[in-house]
């Protein structure tokens, strides 16, 4: 009898520890079949129905391909008070999975390769193609697009490194969302909340904080936005005043307005989210509003209007604009400007700014550009490393006079979009009645591939708000130096000064 309570006792203990194990594998958002502790990939969220245009493998082992509304035209209007028509739009695709060792990924396109191009091409990806199949290798995380006969109907694909800092997730401050789907609604984080979103989970839903500290917004899932209109909601991460804040690892599907928005903030830290599906008007991706302590790392937007901004708002407390670090990013721009600043400078300074070490693999209007509309002191601003792919055949942009206008232009009309833009002057978006001035702003080694050669300029207001001290050192398009502003195609305007051309120092 004693042997057999003992026994019985051996196999409930057994039961209870494997019951954890799956508990917390569950809880985790992992699928430990096909997790070798080097390669994480997640299995289908619920009826997400996979995109019919690829199949995706990493290391054999087969990864969802979710699909993702995106903007198929550059045509364009200030918010007007309805809906993006569906017909300006075109049906993307995208993978996700997690890697801390080097893979091999096997994609099969359901449409003949004609032609197939991996960026950024700075990764230097080369990919063998054999009856419509693709295989290549990746040495690390990143974030790539695979274009199969032009930029339309893409692939896009997000390795992210293993998460290291997952929550407990027994915490009474973590909000949890598993594998599968859930209708969340709005979620109001709170101080020291942290909101959890597992790979394999699809969270429709927006989150906003309202002066809250210490909040977190992390995992490997998706937040889709796609059932919210602009009426009546905030964007996806909307923040107003909060301090201590850590976003991490999500994807950011069909933001309904701009999609991260920090508004009066401090102490933040964004890194490792994916952005795609931004098709509406005005959808922005990242714009850090009157904030200070701002790291921006390692994160992929395409968005239809500007990638990545930093303004200042009229009623956002007139909080200067200082200390703000973009690094290692990818950017696809299917309307408006890559890296920006502007167009809303309510500031009494804008500073301390620093864009490095990222790939501007598409974009239609300006690839950086300082649109300068208000009172600020722009001043201490670096554009360091960016590499800048200009398409053999970008779309001429169109501003939509008329609802039911039509993209009908069938070439680029020898279009170029624009490399570098500083310019002081009123505009729509002015809320200001004094100029401000830009200065002190280094560009340095800018690199620029494709066969049209990009324009820029620069132009100041009157003399006392110019644009002055600017340095371009190290400018190469398609390989070659640029030492002067006539080779470099700059024309540079009324109230400049003192803009050099300088090479490398060693």
Not at 29 to 48: F, I
Not at 381 to 393: A, G, M, S, T
Not at 414 to 429: D, F, T
Not at 464 to 470: A, S
Request: glycine share 6%; proline share 5%.
């Amino acid at each position: 009898m004693i042997k057999c309570r003992f026994l019985r006792a051996c196999i409930i203990c057994y039961l209870v520890s494997l019951w954890v194990v799956i508990f917390d594998s569950v809880c985790n958002g992992e699928d430990k079949s096909m997790d070798n502790s080097k390669v994480k990939v997640y299995s289908q969220p619920g009826e997400e129905i996979p995109s019919s245009d690829f199949s995706v493998s990493v290391n054999e082992k087969p990864v969802f391909v979710y699909s993702a509304r995106v903007s198929a035209v550059p045509l364009n209007q200030v918010w007007p008070g309805y809906q993006r028509p569906l017909d300006q739009t075109e049906i993307a695709s995208f993978a996700y999975w997690d890697m801390s060792e080097p893979v091999t990924i096997e994609v099969v396109s359901s449409r003949p390769v004609a032609s197939v191009d991996i960026r950024p091409l700075s990764y230097e990806i080369k990919p063998s193609v054999k009856d419509d199949r693709i295989k290549f290798q990746m040495s690390k995380p990143g974030y790539v697009t695979v274009e199969v006969n032009g930029t339309h109907y893409a692939l896009h694909l997000f390795a992210s490194p293993l998460e290291e800092d997952i929550p407990d997730l027994r915490d009474p401050n973590v909000r949890y969302f598993g594998p599968g789907i859930h209708k969340a609604g709005r979620v109001d984080l709170k101080s020291g909340e942290t909101v959890y979103i597992a790979g394999g989970a699809i969270v429709h839903g927006v989150i906003s904080a309202n002066e809250a500290s210490n909040i977190s917004i992390l995992g490997r899932g998706i937040l889709d936005v796609s059932t919210f209109s602009r009426e009546g909601f905030p964007g996806p991460i909307s923040l107003y005043k909060c301090t201590n804040v850590k976003i991490d690892g999500i994807v950011i599907r069909d933001s309904n307005v701009w999609a991260v928005t920090p508004r009066d903030c401090e102490h933040l830290s964004i890194s490792n989210i994916k952005l795609i599906g931004l098709w509406r008007y005005n959808a922005d991706g990242i714009d850090i509003v009157n904030c200070q302590d701002v790291s921006i790392d390692k994160c992929f937007i395409r968005s239809f209007d500007d990638s990545i901004v930093i303004k200042g708002l009229k009623g956002t407390g007139d909080k200067p604009v200082k200390d703000v670090r973009v690094s290692d990013c990818v950017i696809w721009n299917d309307w408006g400007r890559a890296l920006e600043i502007g167009a809303e400078t309510v500031a009494p300074e804008i500073s301390g700014l620093i864009f490095k070490n990222c790939d501007i693999i598409h974009t239609v209007h300006i690839a950086m550009d300082i649109q300068h509309g208000d009172r600020a002191l722009i001043q201490d601003v670096r554009f360091e490393n960016i590499r800048f792919e200009i398409d053999d055949n970008t779309p001429l942009p169109i501003y939509q006079s008329s609802r039911d206008e039509k993209y009908s232009i069938t070439g680029k009309e020898g279009y170029c979009p624009r490399l570098i833009v500083l310019e002081i002057k009123a505009n729509s978006y002015s809320n200001d009645k004094e100029r401000g001035r830009i200065q002190n702003i280094i560009f340095k080694d800018i690199f620029v591939t494709g066969k049209d050669f990009p324009e820029s300029y620069f132009v100041g207001y009157d003399s006392e708000h110019q644009v002055k001290d600017i340095t371009i050192e190290n400018l190469r398009i398609n390989g070659k130096l640029i030492t002067d502003a006539e080779e470099g195609h700059f024309s540079i305007r009324d109230y400049v000064n003192n803009v050099k051309f300088v090479e490398s120092k060693k």
